[in-house]
């Protein structure tokens, strides 16, 4: 079976002004750098021959490199719808009218309901605040706007009351969210302390159906879930299969592919230096995550396995292939 890629997540930056827990980017001692604009448009021009369909800017804070409009701007002129995902929104270089027009949709990352405890976690006094104030600047017919927001046992709960804050008393039209589970990877690496329980999957899809029912929201688990472990009554609502290596795949700033988003290890080849379908479609690592060689057997064998693919893959590796460490519940 051919996969065939639709969305490519461009790392164009490690400069970060908050100092998040888990964050599997940027750590205490890795160089702060913005790709230059070369390079990063040579990426873009790459994706743009692979047809590639949307590219989603990350970083680090992408918001925060000098060049992030040119770069929207020209993957548009390239055929390419553009997102782009930020800690902030707090472009230093740019208008707001500008913003809008280099980007199909806007997403800002928040990590609580609560100003103190949103900052806490980012280690900086005053982000939660100014984050909501400029992702209200962009309100426009013309973007999209949207939360990401990372489940874990401590900040589950709090995702309703967020978006109730947004829409019902600071008027911010969002018309999705992005949910995502964290990995023990980065700064998390080897820590328990973000894992979900199985007990919190109940409980969070308990949480997300009554943010559907009221707000009317598209809502996306980017990172998926062991399908038996999802309540039968949302299952064929929110149960996603791993779309990292089959329609979604992740570059790091200077054109290096890896098999998820989160995995550090940006190893599978260059886009710069071989085709990217060319790697898409013969990467020996890729090639085996569609083989379920990275999920445990009993994965592979399961009569559901294409609805979930084994849940997060990444969790597995983490895990030493054994499977989505959500399993080891059961």
């Known amino acids: 079976m051919r996969y065939y890629i639709k969305t490519i997540v461009l790392h164009i930056t490690s400069v970060c002004e908050h100092n998040c827990p888990f964050c599997y980017y940027t750590s205490e001692d890795i160089i702060r750098r913005h790709q230059c604009i070369r390079v990063l448009k040579q990426i873009i021009s790459k994706c743009a021959e692979a ?16 060049d992030i409009i040119e770069l929207g701007t020209f993957a548009h002129e390239n055929g390419i719808q553009t997102t782009i995902l930020s800690n902030t929104l707090a472009f230093p270089n740019s208008t707001i009218p500008n913003v809008i027009d280099a980007f199909n949709a806007i997403e800002v990352t928040l990590h609580s309901c609560d100003a103190n405890k949103h900052d806490a976690f980012c280690g900086r006094v005053g982000a939660f605040d100014n984050a909501i104030a400029n992702l209200a600047s962009f ?7 949207g939360i990401v927001y990372n489940l874990t046992s401590s900040t589950w709960g709090e995702l309703f009351n967020l978006v109730n804050y947004l829409v019902e008393y600071k008027h911010i ?31 969070i899809f308990q949480e997300v159906e009554n943010i559907q ?50 995995d550090p290890n940006y190893t599978l080849g260059n ?3 071989t085709p990217l379908l060319e790697i898409w479609n013969s990467a020996p690592k ?32 983490t895990n030493e292939c054994r499977g989505d460490r959500l399993l080891e519940q059961i």
């Open 213 to 262: 029912n009221r707000y009317c929201l598209d809502i996306n688990f980017e990172d998926s879930f062991p399908y038996c472990l999802i309540p039968e009554e949302y299952r064929e609502k929110y149960a996603k299969p791993c779309s990292w290596g089959y329609e979604s795949c992740p570059l790091d700033q200077n054109g290096n592919v890896s098999l998820c988003c989160t």
């Open 271 to 273: 886009i710069l230096e």
């Open 139 to 145: 309100v426009s017919e013309k973007t999209h706007l």
């Open 51 to 66: 047809s590639v369909k949307e590219i989603v800017f990350v970083g680090g804070d992408p918001a925060t490199h000098p």
């Open 286 to 317: 890729l090639l085996e995550k569609r083989a379920g060689l990275f999920v445990s057997a009993k994965c592979r064998a399961c009569q559901d396995y294409e609805k979930c693919r084994g849940g997060c893959i990444l969790s597995s590796i």
């Open 173 to 203: 039209p969002i018309d999705h969210i992005v949910l995502q589970r964290i990995a023990q990877v980065g700064r998390a690496n080897k820590n328990d302390k973000w894992e979900l329980s199985k007990k919190d999957l109940i409980c």
